[in-house]
C-alpha cells in the first residue's frame, strides 16, 4: 500500500473513533523476531547484564521496565551493536547479530532511538529525514544522486504525521525538546525498519502531549507492522501500548508477562520500592 | 547571475591588472585551498590539518611527469596535472580508512603529524632533490604569458572544485556528510555507510589538491619541499583559517573567507615586509577566539538579532 | 656498511643510545606533562607548547649572553615565563576553556606560528649554543661516552618535575588544580575559583617549558623552528602515557627519547623527525584499530 495512503487511512480510522489496539487479530503463534539469551555485559567490575534472555514477538509491541540501573539501556545498546557482548547470543530474524557492527545492524532493519534524543543539529528537518531513508541498499553511485522525490515525499508526509510539517526548514537543533524526540521518531519510521528500539519515548515530554506519542506509535506498530520494543518508566503508557513486558532488575531478568500479570507481580513491585 | 559576473571578472582579472596577475593566481588557489577543505572540514566535520600533503603530492608528481617524461611542455604539464590528481587521490583512498577512523582532534593531530613527516621526507630523499627540490622547466611561450597562462589555469581549476563540491552538497553523500559530521554515532545508528562516505570525501578534496600542484610548481618556477609542495605552516593551516575565517560549511564562506584572507596577506607583505608572518599569527589568533563561525556566521546571526528587533519593535 | 649493521655488531653502542635517550627522554617527559596538565585540567590541547619552550631557551641563550649562568638563568627564566603565562592565558586562552577542542587547536596553532616568527625575525634562524665547557664522561673502555652537561640536563628535568609533583600535591592550589581536572564543575560547587586555577595551571605550563627550553639551549641549542617538533613529541607522550599517569608519561617519555636515538642512527638525522611523526600516526592509527574492537574510538 502506499505510504501516504496507509498513514491516510489510518488517520481515518481514528478520527471515526476506532484505535487500533494491541490486543488485535495477530495470530497467537506470532514468530520470533528478536531472540535475546544469556546475555552477559560487564564494564569493568559492573555487571550490567548477567544472562539476560527474551524474545520480542514480530509485529507485536514489547516492553521492557525496571529501576534506574537495572540494565534496560544496556541491553538495548548491546541490540544494536553498540559493544560486543561478553557471553550468549543475540539472533535477529534467526540470524545472530551479536558480532555485527552498529551500522550493519541498522541495515538489517533494527533502528533505535536514543535516551537523549539523537538529531542532526545543523541540518534542516527535512535533511534529517532524507538522510534517515533506509541505507541498505544504497551504493556509492546511487549516493552520488540527488535524494529520490519518493523520498521527499515520504519526508513530508512522516513530518506531517509527527506533526512538524511546518518545522521542515528548521535547524534541527533549533527544536524543542519534545519535537526532537518525534523528529527522531519520524526518522527512524523513515528508514521502514522491522524492529524499532525506543529507549523511553515519552521522558521529558509535556503530559499533554504524551497521548498523542503513545498514539504515533500505536499506529506504527498496526498500521505499518513495526514492531516495537520499548524501555519505559511511564507504567500508564507501557502497561497500555504493550502486549508483553519484560521487567529488569539488578542486570537480571526479573519477571515477563502480560500487563496485567506484570502490574500485580509482587517481584516488579518489590524492584520499584527497593524491598530488597 | 553571481556567478556569470564573477566568471566575466576572473577572465578580464589579468588585462585590467596585468601587474598583479600571480598575486591574483594565487587568489584561485587559496579559494580552491579553502573549498577543499571544507569538503571534509565544515561539510563533513574532520578537520584535516593535514590536507597540504595531497597538494604536495601533486606538486611533485607533475614535476616529476615534466622532469623525466621526455614530454614536450605542455603534454608533460597536462599529463603531469592528470598524474597528480590521480596520485594524490590514491593517497587519500590508501590513507582513508585507517585515518578517518580516528575522529577528533586526534584526527587533526595525525594529518598534521602526516604532512610534516612529508615534509621532512621530501627534503631528504635525492630522487625528488631533496632539500634543494626540483627546478621547473621553462615557460615556452612569451615572457609575460606564464603568469596569465597559469592564472587561467588555476581560475578553471578553482572554478572547477567549487562546482564539483557545490553539486556533492546537493547529493544524497553530501547529506551522509552533513550527518557524519553532525552526529556520528547516529548516523552509524541509523545505518550510513560512513566510512565510504567519509573516504570518498577526502579523496575528492584530495583530488582537486593534487591537481592544482603541478600549476602552482609551474608559476613559480621552482619545487621547495618545506615551503612549497609540504608547507604546513603556511599553505597547510591557512587552508583550515580561510574556511573558518569565512564560514565553515557553507558554500561561499571559504571563497568569502580566502579573498579576505589573501588580499589581508598581501598587504602585510607589502607594508609590514618582514613581519608579515609574525601579523599572520596574530591575525590567525584574532579571526579564530573572535570570529569562531565566521563571517557568514557572523553576518546571519546580526540578521537573525535585526529581525528579532525589528519583530519586538514592530 | 649500514648503520643497522654498525649497531648489530657493536652492541656496546646500543648501551650509548639507550643512554642518551634517557636523559634526553626526561626533558620530553618534562614538557609532556605540563601539555597534559593543561589538556586534562583546561581540556585544551596547547599546540604551541614547544614554540614556549623554544621561548624559554632564548631566555636562558640572552641571558647567557649578557653574563647570568644558566643555572641561575634557568629559574629566572621559568619565573618570566610564568608571568607571560599568565599574560597569555588573560589575553587568550582564557576564551578558550569552554570551547570546541577544534578552537583550541586552532588558535595555539596561531600562537605558535606567532611566537615562531616573531623569534624568527628577533632572533634570526640562526641555531644558537651555550658554551658550557662541562667534560664527556667516558665509560666501558670508551666505548660508552656520554656528555655530563646531558646528566646535569637529566638532573635539571628530574628536579623541575620532582618540585612539580610536590606542589600538585602538597599545596592547596595543587590540590584545586587536581579536583578542577577531575571535575570541573563540582570544583566550582565547591568553591574553587576555576578561573585562577586555568590561570595558574597554564602559566604553571609556560614556566615549565621555559625550564625545559633552558636546559635544552643549555644542553644543545635553540633554533625558531625547533617547536613543532617537541608539541608533536608531548602528544605522542601523552596519547600513550593517558591523562593523568605521570609513571606512565616518565616511562613514555625515556621510549621516545631512546626511539628517536636509534632513528637518528639508523636512518640518519634527515629522518629522525619524519621518523617520530610516522611513529606518531601509527600509535593513533594503532590505538584507534583496538578501541575499535571494543566498538569504541580515541575520544
Known amino acids: 500500500m502506499e505510504y501516504a495512503e496507509q498513514l491516510a487511512n489510518a488517520d481515518a480510522r481514528l478520527r471515526a473513533g476506532s484505535v487500533p489496539t494491541t490486543e488485535r487479530t495477530h495470530a497467537d503463534q506470532a514468530t520470533t523476531l528478536l531472540e535475546v539469551r544469556g546475555v552477559c555485559k560487564r564494564f569493568g567490575g559492573v555487571v550490567a547484564n548477567n544472562d539476560v534472555s527474551l524474545d520480542v514477538a514480530a509485529g507485536r509491541i514489547t516492553g521492557l521496565i525496571g529501576p534506574n540501573g537495572s540494565g534496560k539501556t544496556t541491553l538495548f545498546n548491546a541490540i544494536a551493536g553498540q559493544y560486543p557482548i561478553d557471553a550468549g547470543s543475540i539472533r535477529f530474524d534467526g540470524r545472530e547479530i551479536s558480532r555485527l557492527r552498529t551500522a550493519p545492524i541498522a541495515r538489517l532493519g533494527i533502528i533505535r532511538t536514543f535516551q537523549q534524543t539523537r538529531v542532526y543539529r545543523a541540518m534542516t528537518c527535512m535533511q534529517n529525514m532524507q538522510i534517515s531513508v533506509a541505507q541498505g541498499g544504497e551504493t556509492l553511485a546511487t549516493m552520488l544522486r540527488r535524494p529520490a522525490p519518493a523520498t521527499t515525499e515520504r519526508s513530508l508526509g512522516l513530518l506531517e504525521f509527527t506533526g512538524l510539517h511546518a518545522k521542515r526548514f528548521v535547524p534541527a537543533g533549533e527544536l524543542s525538546f519534545g519535537q526532537q524526540k518525534l523528529l527522531e521518531f519520524a526518522m527512524a519510521l523513515m528508514s521502514e525498519p522491522r524492529l524499532l528500539l525506543l529507549d523511553e519515548p515519552t521522558a521529558g515530554i509535556n503530559p499533554v502531549l504524551i497521548n498523542g506519542l503513545v498514539d504515533r506509535l500505536r499506529r506504527a506498530n498496526a498500521d505499518l507492522g513495526i514492531t516495537l520494543f520499548v524501555i519505559e518508566h511511564n507504567m500508564r503508557v507501557i502497561m497500555n501500548l504493550a502486549s508483553h513486558i519484560y521487567c529488569m532488575a539488578h542486570g537480571e531478568m526479573l519477571a515477563q508477562g502480560a500487563p496485567g500479570a506484570i502490574r500485580n507481580d509482587p517481584r516488579v513491585i518489590d524492584a520499584y520500592l527497593g524491598g530488597r | 547571475m553571481l556567478l556569470i559576473a564573477i566568471a566575466l571578472l576572473g577572465i578580464a582579472a589579468p588585462f585590467v591588472l596585468p601587474t598583479v596577475v600571480t598575486q591574483l593566481a594565487f587568489l584561485w588557489l587559496m579559494i580552491l585551498f579553502a573549498v577543499t577543505w571544507d569538503v571534509n572540514g565544515g ?164 583530488f582537486f589538491l593534487g591537481a592544482a600542484g603541478g600549476p602552482v610548481g609551474n608559476l613559480v618556477g621552482f619545487v621547495d619541499p618545506r615551503d612549497l609542495a609540504f608547507a604546513g605552516a603556511t599553505f597547510g593551516v591557512w587552508m583550515v583559517l580561510m574556511a573558518v575565517l569565512g564560514g565553515r560549511g557553507t558554500l561561499w564562506g571559504p571563497v568569502i573567507g580566502a579573498v579576505i584572507f589573501h588580499v589581508t596577506q598581501e598587504l602585510f607583505w607589502t607594508y609590514l615586509l618582514g613581519w608579515q608572518r609574525v601579523a599572520m599569527g596574530l591575525l590567525i589568533v584574532v579571526i579564530v577566539v573572535f570570529f569562531p563561525s565566521g563571517i557568514l556566521g557572523w553576518a546571519s546571526r546580526l540578521r537573525r538579532h535585526g529581525d528579532a528587533a525589528s519583530a519586538t519593535s514592530a | 656498511m649500514s648503520n643497522l649493521e654498525v649497531l648489530a655488531s657493536a652492541p656496546i653502542l646500543v648501551v650509548q643510545l639507550v643512554v642518551n635517550g634517557i636523559l634526553v627522554g626526561a626533558i620530553f617527559a618534562l614538557v609532556a606533562y605540563g601539555m597534559a596538565l593543561v589538556w586534562g585540567v583546561m581540556n585544551i590541547i596547547n599546540v604551541a607548547q614547544g614554540e614556549l619552550v623554544m621561548v624559554g631557551g632564548y631566555a636562558v641563550f640572552y641571558l647567557d649572553r649578557a653574563g647570568v649562568h644558566p643555572w641561575l638563568g634557568i629559574p629566572i627564566a621559568a619565573v618570566a615565563m610564568y608571568v607571560f603565562g599568565l599574560l597569555l592565558y588573560r589575553g587568550v586562552i582564557r576564551r578558550l576553556v569552554d570551547r570546541d577542542m577544534f578552537v583550541s587547536i586552532l588558535a595555539t596553532f596561531g600562537i605558535s606560528i606567532l611566537l615562531q616568527q616573531l623569534a624568527n625575525q628577533l632572533f634570526g634562524a640562526d641555531i644558537r649554543t651555550l658554551s658550557t665547557n662541562l667534560p664527556s664522561l667516558s665509560f666501558a673502555e670508551g666505548h660508552v661516552s656520554i656528555a655530563s652537561i646531558r646528566i646535569v640536563a637529566f638532573a635539571a628535568a628530574v628536579l623541575v618535575g620532582v618540585a612539580l609533583v610536590v606542589f600538585l600535591h602538597r599545596s592547596r592550589m595543587g590540590r584545586a588544580i587536581r579536583a578542577t581536572a577531575q571535575n570541573a564543575r563540582a570544583a566550582r560547587v565547591l568553591g574553587i575559583d576555576t578561573d585562577s586555577v586555568y590561570a595558574t595551571t597554564f602559566a604553571l605550563n609556560c614556566a615549565i617549558c621555559g625550564a625545559a627550553g633552558g636546559i635544552v639551549a643549555m644542553t644543545w641549542f635553540v633554533q625558531p623552528y625547533l617547536g613543532l617538533t617537541y608539541t608533536l613529541r608531548s602528544f605522542m607522550i601523552v596519547i600513550a602515557a593517558g591523562l593523568g599517569n605521570l609513571p606512565g608519561v616518565i616511562v613514555a617519555g625515556s621510549g621516545l627519547g631512546v626511539l628517536e636515538e636509534f632513528a637518528g642512527f639508523v636512518l640518519g638525522a634527515e629522518y629522525q623527525t619524519a621518523f617520530i611523526f610516522i611513529v606518531l600516526v601509527a600509535l593513533l592509527v594503532g590505538r584507534n584499530l583496538v578501541l575499535a574492537r571494543q566498538r569504541k574510538y580515541l575520544a
Open chain 2, 43 to 206: 561539510q563533513m566535520g574532520y578537520n584535516s590539518f593535514g590536507n597540504v600533503l595531497f597538494f604536495g603530492i601533486g606538486v611533485y608528481a607533475c614535476a616529476l611527469v615534466q622532469r623525466d617524461s621526455g614530454l614536450g611542455y605542455y603534454a608533460a604539464l597536462f599529463v603531469g596535472t592528470g598524474a597528480g590528481a590521480l596520485c594524490a587521490a590514491i593517497a587519500a583512498l590508501v590513507l582513508g580508512p585507517p585515518l578517518l577512523g580516528i575522529r577528533g582532534h586526534y584526527f587533526a593531530i595525525a594529518t598534521l603529524g602526516l604532512s610534516i613527516a612529508a615534509a621532512d621526507i621530501a627534503s631528504a630523499w635525492e630522487y625528488i632533490g631533496a632539500a634543494s627540490g626540483i627546478a621547473m622547466p621553462v615557460y615556452p611561450g612569451a615572457i609575460g604569458g606564464r603568469a596569465r597562462f597559469f592564472y587561467f589555469l588555476l581560475f578553471a581549476l578553482a572554478a572547477v572544485t567549487w562546482l564539483a563540491a557545490r553539486a556533492l552538497y546537493r547529493t544524497r553523500l553530501g547529506l551522509a556528510m552533513n550527518a557524519i559530521r553532525d552526529n556520528e554515532d547516529k548516523a552509524e545508528a541509523m545505518g550510513v555507510h560512513t566510512t565510504r562516505s567519509k573516504v570518498f570525501a577526502w579523496t575528492v578534496a584530495a
